[in-house]
């Protein structure tokens, strides 16, 4: 990274610490943008360039929050299930206490539950979480087309004149995964991802420690996840996930 990028990561995070110290003092809608450029000693228009939205100064990991699990899905380890993968990257970083599931400390979940604006955007951001998971599973789900151009085997479509015969019963052909499949799962897992996340912060304001809250939902994340699953593993395509 170069001096003039370093430069700019380093007044980023000055705004950033700022103005969430400011928000946690006066309260989200309290605070104005005047007052961070204030304590930040930078100008109200430098704010606004690093941070477009009001929100986005208290939820500044925003975008490694709403890729998250799409990125676990697209840089597991060859062979390993999408599920899998997930399950994994959760643990490590509940582990690690990582704000981004949800370890903000109580100063700071209250914050958060003390702002319509700011749980509102929680919402929003759930959903771009969601629907980036979606785009990752159907990449995942989605076979490498065939070249059939060179097709050689003897013509199989069905002759207008001849009568109609079902399947065997016994065929063993499995039937593919409906187009929606994908999102389907992302939603189930998405649900989960947000229980999870809501029970992080819940135990935070109850005035649980780290420690305390690892340990509680280290058998309930492995509950969600023997749901999931046994959800998504009676598909036709249960491999995929």
Avoid at 201 to 216: N, S
Wanted: hydrophobic share 40%.
């Amino acid at each position: 990274m170069g001096l003039r990028e370093s430069k700019k990561q380093e007044t980023r995070q000055l705004i950033s610490d700022c103005a969430t110290r400011l928000f946690i003092e006066q309260g989200f809608e309290r605070t104005t943008i005047a007052e961070i450029a204030t304590a930040a000693r930078v100008a109200k228009k430098t704010v606004t360039n690093y941070f477009p939205r009001k929100e986005d100064l208290a939820l500044d990991h925003h975008e490694a929050f709403t890729q998250g699990l799409a990125h676990a899905v697209a840089e597991r380890a060859p062979g390993e299930a999408p599920l899998a993968a997930l399950g994994r990257t959760f643990r490590a970083a509940l582990l690690a206490h990582d704000p981004v599931v949800g370890f903000t400390g109580p100063a700071f979940a209250r914050m958060v539950a003390d702002s319509p604006t700011l749980t509102a955007r929680l919402r929003e951001l759930h959903d771009q979480r969601e629907e980036a998971l979606a785009a990752a599973l159907t990449t995942a789900a989605d076979p490498t087309p065939s070249d059939t151009s060179s097709d050689t085997s003897p013509d199989t479509r069905p002759n207008a004149d001849a009568p109609h015969t079902a399947p065997a019963a016994d065929s063993p052909s499995t039937p593919s995964a409906p187009s929606i499949a994908p999102r389907a799962a992302a939603a189930l897992i998405a649900a989960a991802d947000r229980l999870l996340f809501r029970r992080i912060q819940e135990l935070t304001l109850a005035g649980q420690d780290d420690d305390r809250i690892e340990a509680t939902l280290l058998p309930e994340a492995d509950h969600l996840r023997a749901l999931l699953a046994a959800a998504l593993g009676d598909h036709p395509s249960a491999a995929t996930w």
